[in-house]
Each structure stands twice: as C-alpha cells, then as structure tokens.
T-cell receptor, first 113, second 114 residues
Framework: GNSVTQMEGPVTLSEEAFLTINCTYTATGYPSLFWYVQYPGEGLQLLLKATKADDKGSNKGFEATYRKETTSFHLEKGSVQVSDSAVYFCALNSGGSNYKLTFGKGTLLTVNP | ETGVTQTPRHLVMGMTNKKSLKCEQHLGHNAMYWYKQSAKKPLELMFVYSLEERVENNSVPSRFSPECPNSSHLFLHLHTLQPEDSALYLC?????????????FGSGTQLSVL
C-alpha cells in the first residue's frame, strides 16, 4: 500500500535559517505529491504540489522537487520567518479510480525571532 | 478563510451522549470528506462523498454515522463514543474526486470524549 514517511519533529529554527523537511514515499504507479501546512488553530492548506517526476512545486518561498529515483519530495525554504511556524504534512495520491490522499504524520516547525 | 466552515469548534461529550458535527462549503465543490487527526498519527480518511453519494468508508466503527443531505453540507453523527475517539475531526472538500485535486479543509472540531 501507499505510505509517506517524513522527518520526526519538532524542528526549531531561528528566523532567516534554512529549512529542510524530509519526505519519502512508497506508492504504486505514478503518484501526485503534496505539501500541506496547518497553522495553529486552523485546518490544513495546500502549500504546493507536483504531479510528475522532476516537477518542482513552489509557493511562498517554499520549494519541493519530485524525485522519482529516490522516491522523495523534500520541502525547503531558504530563509524562514516566525510566521512559518506550523505543522507541515507531506502527502501523496496514487490516482486512478481509487482516490485517496495518504498523509505523513506531520512535522512541527517552530521559528524563533 | 478556506470556504469550509465547521461547527462546533470544540465539543466535550460523555460516552452515552449523541451529538453531531456539521460541515458547510459554498465553493461549489462536488466531493466532501471527513478526516480524523490524532496526535502523532497520520491523518485518517474516514468517509468520502462524491455528488452526495458515499463512495468510501474506511472501516470506520458504526458509532460514527455520516450524512450528506446536499452538496454543500456534510454531517458526522456521533453516538456511544469511546475515549480513544477524542481527536480533531476535519472536514474537507474538493471540486472533484480526483488525484490532482486540491483539498480545502475546515478548521476542525476538537472532540473530547469523557
């Protein structure tokens, strides 16, 4: 079955530090890959996505590249802000007629001023 | 604001109570979902509705009963819950039920079962 593994948190950084949150996956076929973000007290929001190998998703300074050879979709940001403090979820959907979004456990990021 | 509204935001209930969670979207979406979010566990998909028809039920206990009276509203009826059912229950919607679709989530109902 499909599965997503992302790095255990919490991750604590200082403002303007470089961020990497690792995500690897196991899936049948050619999945679409997503990063969702959950700010305190809110539901999840789509941050970025990639639908095929070598695609790069980007939004709000965050980037992730779909690496089929390493089955990875690591999230990066060059300079984090306090407002980026949230829980980040990696997810995949292997498509076909059986739509099901499979999530990782989430990684809590705290950015200190 | 994602366009998906859930009520109540918080709910405390005893194991013998009956309560309902409500979700509403006015985005014109055709698919709606219930997810369960527990600490240190991946989000669990509970139910999927597409065009008001339940298309997926992921082995959820019968003490959870979904209802989708129209394309804008989704309910989760709760009865005789267990303490391990305490979690954040998230509703989501998407334009269609498809692999590349973006999901829009509500803020969730934080449920505590005593």
């Amino acid at each position: 079955g499909n599965s997503v593994t992302q790095m255990e948190g919490p991750v604590t950084l200082s403002e303007e530090a470089f961020l990497t949150i690792n995500c690897t996956y196991t899936a049948t076929g050619y999945p679409s890959l997503f990063w969702y973000v959950q700010y305190p007290g809110e539901g999840l929001q789509l941050l970025l996505k990639a639908t095929k190998a070598d695609d790069k998703g980007s939004n709000k300074g965050f980037e992730a590249t779909y690496r089929k050879e390493t089955t990875s979709f690591h999230l990066e940001k060059g300079s984090v802000q306090v407002s980026d403090s949230a829980v980040y979820f990696c997810a995949l959907n292997s498509g076909g007629s059986n739509y099901k979004l499979t999530f990782g456990k989430g990684t809590l990021l705290t950015v200190n001023p | 604001e994602t366009g998906v509204t859930q009520t109540p935001r918080h709910l405390v209930m005893g194991m013998t109570n009956k309560k309902s969670l409500k979700c509403e979207q006015h985005l014109g979406h055709n698919a709606m979902y219930w997810y369960k979010q527990s600490a240190k566990k991946p989000l669990e998909l509970m139910f999927v509705y597409s065009l008001e028809e339940r298309v997926e039920n992921n082995s959820v206990p019968s003490r959870f009963s979904p209802e989708c009276p129209n394309s804008s509203h989704l309910f989760l009826h709760l009865h005789t819950l267990q303490p391990e059912d305490s979690a954040l229950y998230l509703c989501a919607s998407s334009q269609h039920r498809a692999a590349n679709e973006k999901l829009f989530f509500g803020s969730g109902t934080q449920l505590s079962v005593l």
